[in-house]
């Protein structure tokens, strides 16, 4: 592990000054990543800044919709009643996260922001351009069944790992920010960035922001949604493919449809294709089974993961018939 300067903080100008001021520094949450980057010296940083006691741990429901405090424990939020009740896919995809006791220390900023989940970045020692920049990207000479099939790049195929960050694309929920220029919001489909030539730059955060909740607003709280979620194993495992569906259904006509895809890009990915499909339609099995299909729409395999096209369809095909209450 390299030597970093640990500070930790109780105010919000602190932390947002710290981070600005001086480069290389990382926030520490509940620490279940960036702890295990830092033993195994992937993660490199020059200071760390503990936020875990600042204000941002708050679950309400106003009068815009819902706002989750990004230093909430998962488990707190899966659990809570309002989010049960009125983000069903939120809590399913919390519900799948990692194990329990992960669930009981991890937070909702820290689950959004934890770094990809690729064996190649995660080992220490094969090429990566996200770790090493300039070294080459060892999953495109390697085999690796979880690498990306939409917006990757030569630089990297990696794919962010979040169950969260899916279900929230599909609720159009937006990131609440506090930094050197104040309070902002981003959307969370636009949160992460695609890896381009620069992958080592995961998010559009500015030095110095940091995130202080999670908004989903109350018109798609109350959509028609499903979360579903593909893996190897029946626990602690991160998705091979996943998926989570909204949509607006009036009168048993589909007005609006949002379908985010997990495990298969370096953010969530919209399947824009899936989306236009369903809209002015009734859902029925076919349907689903079609939309799934088009869900796949432009995926571009690389060694070894072609497989995931037809899983990914048929996890799209499922959310949907959840959604729908179908069988």
Known sequence: MQPFA????????????????????????????LVQLLQDGI???????????????????????????ALARLSEVADHPQVRARLPAVAAALDETASPM????ATIGGNLLQRTRCLYFRDGVSPCEKRDPGTGCGARRGRDVQAALFGASEACVATDPSDLAVALVALDAEALVVGPSGERSIPIERLHRLP???????????????????????????RAQAYT????????????????????VV??????????LGGVAHKPWRAEPAERLLIGRTLDAALAREAGEAATEGARPVAGNAAKIPLLARVVARALADAGGLP
């Open 6 to 33: 640990y500070r930790k903080v109780r105010d919000v100008a602190a932390a947002v000054d710290h981070g600005a001021r001086e480069p290389n520094t990382v926030f520490l949450a509940g620490g279940t990543d």
């Open 43 to 69: 993660a490199r940083p020059d200071g760390v800044v503990d936020i875990g006691d600042l204000p941002f741990a708050s679950i309400a429901s106003t009068i815009d919709g819902f706002r989750i405090g």
């Open 102 to 105: 992960v669930r009981n220390m």
């Open 196 to 222: 381009g030539e620069t992958p080592w730059i995961e998010t559009d955060l500015a030095p110095g922001e940091v995130i202080s909740a999670v908004f989903v607003p109350r018109d798609a709280a109350g």
């Open 229 to 248: 979620k593909l893996r190897h194993r029946a626990s602690f495992e991160w998705p091979l493919v996943s998926a989570c569906v909204s949509l607006a």
């Open 251 to 260: 009168d048993g006509i589909i007005e609006d449809a949002r379908v985010a």
